[in-house]
């Protein structure tokens, strides 16, 4: 009997110690939330477990929110914060807020080589299930450093490649520095679609190059006024065209009625051959001037016809071309030395024979 009361005490304490393992083995066979040294955390996480086991998750939501807040990177590690965001996602996903529950679990997963293996499969299964219900964007800016605003709310640390989640809709980008214009752009957010913008973010005129560019145009509105007084009469550009354009007529006339006399006076060797030749096979000088005149006076008759009407054309086009090419001068002359104001005024002027200048005005 003196043995009994001492082995009983031994059993009772081996299976107080029993018990209580296995009963903490079996409250959360993922999380090790709990074994963080932060009481705020830790009280937070009991609250969040409590609930979450329950079913009520708008409670279990808020207690994890308070934890993740609570959980200083000074005093927790890598992985408890990890699982808070991941745990706080599952929440949101049950209380359909999406948007926030993939931004949570997607963080989350970020340092997966954190966490254990069951926890990555449950906050993956999360995210694939939040992902349909929201847009994402990937986004770059440059500078990398500028502060980018969606909806005029700031997002998280600049970043160069920023990873976002939005809800369903039209958003508003802008991305703003120092020394740099603002940057906008809008877009719509589809669910379940990625979105990609790239954005620059343009340096600002400085005062000093503002006032070097009022400067130019102050120079260069001097230049111009110096030249509008040197030169008061200038052509235009109609006049100086039509100006080519005649002397290229004139001198295209000119080459024409050339080569109609030259014309003429190839027909004129071939009338004096044929002439010789007729003369020299019939001995009557006057024979063509009978009715039973030779086949041969008949070509002699058109050959003295063309040769009269190329020679005509000829002088004609020669003439035309020498009025043209006057007029044309006497144009460039006018330009150039008659002013625009009243007086006397020098005007070409061109008959069908003649060509001349005529002086008009009050003296």
């Given at each position: 009997m003196r043995f009994v009361a001492p082995s009983l005490l031994?059993?009772?304490?081996f299976g107080a110690a029993t018990g209580y393992t296995r009963s903490a083995r079996a409250e959360d066979i993922y999380s090790t939330l709990e074994e963080g040294d932060g009481s705020a955390v830790k009280d937070h996480v009991r609250r969040a477990k409590r609930a979450r086991d329950a079913g009520r998750w708008?409670?279990?939501h808020v207690a994890y929110k308070a934890a993740f807040e609570a959980a200083d990177p000074a005093s927790s590690t890598e992985r408890e914060r990890a699982e808070l965001a991941g745990e706080l996602g599952l929440c949101e996903l049950e209380l359909r807020k999406y948007r926030d529950a993939a931004e949570h679990l997607a963080w989350s997963l970020e340092q997966r080589?954190?966490?254990?293996?069951?926890?990555?499969?449950?906050?993956?299964?999360?995210q694939r299930k939040a992902a349909p219900h929201v847009g994402t964007l990937y986004l770059s800016v440059d500078p990398p450093d500028a502060e980018v605003?969606?909806?005029?709310?700031?997002i998280s640390a600049p970043a160069r490649i920023y990873r976002l989640f939005l809800e369903p809709g039209q958003h508003m980008v802008r991305a703003r520095l120092a020394g740099h214009e603002e940057a906008f752009q809008s877009f719509d957010a589809q669910a379940g679609k990625a979105t990609t913008i790239s954005m620059q973010v343009p340096r600002a005129a400085t005062p000093a190059a503002e006032a070097k560019d009022t400067a130019t145009g102050v120079r260069?509105?001097?230049?111009?006024?110096?030249?509008?007084?040197?030169?008061?009469?200038?052509?235009?550009?109609?006049?100086?065209?039509?100006?080519?354009?005649?002397a290229i007529l004139a001198g295209a006339t000119m080459a024409v009625g050339g080569g109609f006399l030259i014309w003429s006076a190839y027909t004129e060797d071939q009338l004096h051959d044929r002439a010789a030749t007729l003369r020299g096979a019939d001995r009557e000088a006057d024979r063509c001037?009978?009715?039973?005149?030779?086949?041969?006076?008949?070509?002699?008759?058109?050959?003295?016809e063309r040769r009269d009407l190329l020679e005509q054309v000829g002088w004609v086009s020669l003439a035309t071309g020498g009025a043209l090419g006057a007029l044309t001068l006497a144009s460039l002359l006018v330009g150039r030395t008659s002013p625009p104001s009243d007086g006397a005024r020098i005007v070409p002027t061109a008959g069908g024979r003649s060509a001349g200048l005529m002086m008009v005005g009050v003296w």
């Open positions: 031994l059993c009772l304490m708008t409670e279990a080589d954190a966490l254990p293996l069951q926890l990555q499969l449950r906050f993956e299964a999360g605003l969606i909806d005029g709310k700031p260069t509105a001097k230049r111009s006024a110096r030249g509008a007084q040197a030169s008061p009469v200038t052509p235009s550009a109609t006049a100086s065209n039509l100006r080519i354009a005649g001037a009978r009715p039973n005149a030779p086949r041969a006076c008949s070509e002699l008759r058109d050959l003295q």
